[in-house]
């Protein structure tokens, strides 16, 4: 028997199977099924009842379906967009169609929550507020600076605080933020321009008590205690200040936005707020923000761009010395420094911050040498000391305090393999400076390799001398930028003389310069009949 042409063959089963290799009897509508029993005994073992036929696969010839069936099959295959789930990271607001434990853009666990399918949302051209003008005839004088009353933050800021400028000011914990923006807030308060304070941190009580410490207390200053934003809208409202100061912005939440108080979507809807209400009432802010622990600005990266201006507040908890350095900056230069010194009685400006980094004496000590750094464009005087002693252990010990180790171990490397001082590999070294400040810049490097000759060879380097200048792994001492400026400096303060590089440039009158361009030439000023006592490689 034949099935068009082919004949047709009986498998060990009993189902009919053409020539074709695989292929069953074929459906009317295109799919494949069993065909029906033939009559006649079984060859084999006996089945169950046929399964269901199979639907035939839509887009086949003769499977083709249309009508309410092709929408029926479908709504029953697939769920419409309105229906399907999104996921949301309630920390930083990124999205995705399916759930994850871990979100991809902010590393956070556990923070990835369904919500409703965002509606697809179009912005049409609306009325302007303002129409636009030539840039010659836009009004400068609403961007001009007021200050401050604290003349070193004025020096940063660059003159002052402009009308609608947001500033964010971020330090680590205790470093004093808080005593700052409250003294700030006091100076600049007046009849004219009223000042509100937002603590979100403390009570009013607390932020009281500071103010009677520092005296730091106004009839034009306001304080509230608030922790939600559309409380300190309303006091803004009320108040209606020149200047806000926002203590801190991670402490303060939106109940319109997920998440706990600190969390990305927060402060950036915090942020944003505040700065679209400076900007329509042209009022001053001032953002007090935390650190993580490896001292960025917490928080997302989005606040720094938002803000005007970027303030760093620096400083060891120890010492008294605080340093506020610009980072960021729309109305001055950021390589501008302001000084203060923190004491019981609050926190003043240093216009002169240099004496706190010198030690007077009237004998010279062995292992001490000065140098002059640049903070921004602030030259600084400050001094570098080192002290040697006899090993106990066979790994002698290598200390340093406010200078960078590996500047340090490249120095000890120098001296021993281009200065000739053998006694630095065996013994322990301790190197630090006075004061509390950092020095990372290389201009140091001349002022710690002379430190460390001095006391491996118990020789004191001669008075008012200042030592600047980088020095190379091949021990030249190479030329730094600002030469005139550390001069000008240094001799201000009394110092006479100066090791330099060569071609410093202009020198101040009345001081002598040596122009050093290598180790060889900087370790002749110590004094030969003390130096020729340092054990030196033959």
Request: charged share 25%.
């Amino acid at each position: 028997m034949a099935f068009h042409g082919r004949p047709i063959t009986h498998c060990a089963n009993g189902r009919e199977r053409s020539g074709r290799r695989g292929v069953d009897h074929v459906h009317p509508n295109g799919g494949a099924r069993k065909p029906e029993p033939r009559a006649g005994p079984a060859r084999g073992p006996a089945r169950g009842p046929d399964p269901v036929p199979l639907p035939a696969p839509i887009g086949r010839p003769g499977g083709i379906v249309s009508g309410p069936l092709y929408g029926d099959a479908m709504a029953a295959r697939t769920k419409s967009a309105k229906d399907r789930p999104s996921y949301r990271c309630t920390e930083c607001g990124w999205t995705t169609a399916k759930w994850l434990g871990r979100c991809p853009e902010c590393q956070a666990w556990g923070t990835v929550e369904e919500y409703g399918a965002p509606a697809v949302r179009t912005t049409a051209a609306g009325r302007v507020s303002t129409a636009a003008l030539p840039i010659g005839e836009v009004d400068g004088r609403q961007a001009t600076a007021r200050t401050t009353g604290v003349s070193e933050l004025d020096r940063v800021l660059g003159g002052g605080l402009v009308p609608g400028a947001v500033v964010l000011l971020a330090g680590e914990p205790g470093v004093g933020k808080s005593t700052l923006l409250l003294d700030v807030a006091a100076k600049a308060a007046s009849d004219d321009h009223r000042t509100l304070y937002i603590t979100g941190e403390e009570s009013a009580s607390q932020v009281r008590m500071r103010a009677d410490r520092i005296k730091a207390l106004n009839d034009h200053l306001y304080l509230a205690a608030e922790t939600d934003l559309s409380a300190v809208l309303g006091h803004l409202d009320a108040v209606k200040p020149s200047l806000l100061v926002l203590d801190s912005v991670q402490t303060v939440a939106s109940p319109e936005i997920d998440g706990a108080p600190g969390g990305m979507a927060q402060v950036r809807e915090v942020a944003g707020a505040l700065i679209r209400a400076s900007k329509e009432r042209g009022m001053s802010t001032l953002l007090v923000g935390h650190v993580t622990k490896d001292g960025a600005i917490a928080g997302p990266r989005l606040l720094e761009h938002l803000v005007d201006v970027v303030l760093s507040f620096e400083g060891d908890r120890h010492a008294r010395l605080r340093l506020v350095r610009g980072v960021k900056n729309r109305y001055g230069a950021t390589d501008e420094v302001g000084c203060f010194e923190l004491h019981d009685e609050g926190i003043t400006g240093l216009a002169d911050p240099s004496g706190l980094f010198l030690t007077r004496r009237d004998v010279a000590v062995p292992g001490t040498c000065l140098t002059v750094t640049l903070e921004g464009r602030r030259p600084l005087v400050a001094e570098v000391q080192a002290l040697t002693v006899d090993s106990q252990i066979p790994s002698p010990r290598r200390t340093t305090s406010g200078l960078e180790t590996s500047r340090v171990s490249m120095m000890l490397a120098v001296l021993e393999q281009r200065g000739r001082i053998t006694a630095l590999g065996k013994r322990d070294i301790y190197s630090a400076t006075v004061g509390g400040v950092k020095l990372s810049e290389p201009a140091a490097d001349l002022a710690i390799a002379l430190a460390l000759a001095s006391a491996a060879s118990d020789t004191p380097l001669p008075k008012n001398l200042v030592a600047i200048g980088e020095v190379g792994l091949a021990g030249e001492v190479r030329r730094v930028t600002g030469v005139q400026r550390r001069l000008a400096e240094a001799h201000r303060l009394g110092f006479t003389h100066a090791l330099v590089p060569t071609d410093p440039g202009k020198v101040p009158a009345g001081m002598k310069v040596t122009e050093v361009a290598d180790m060889g030439d900087a370790l002749r000023v110590l004094p030969r009949g003390r130096r020729a006592q340092a054990p030196r490689e033959e």
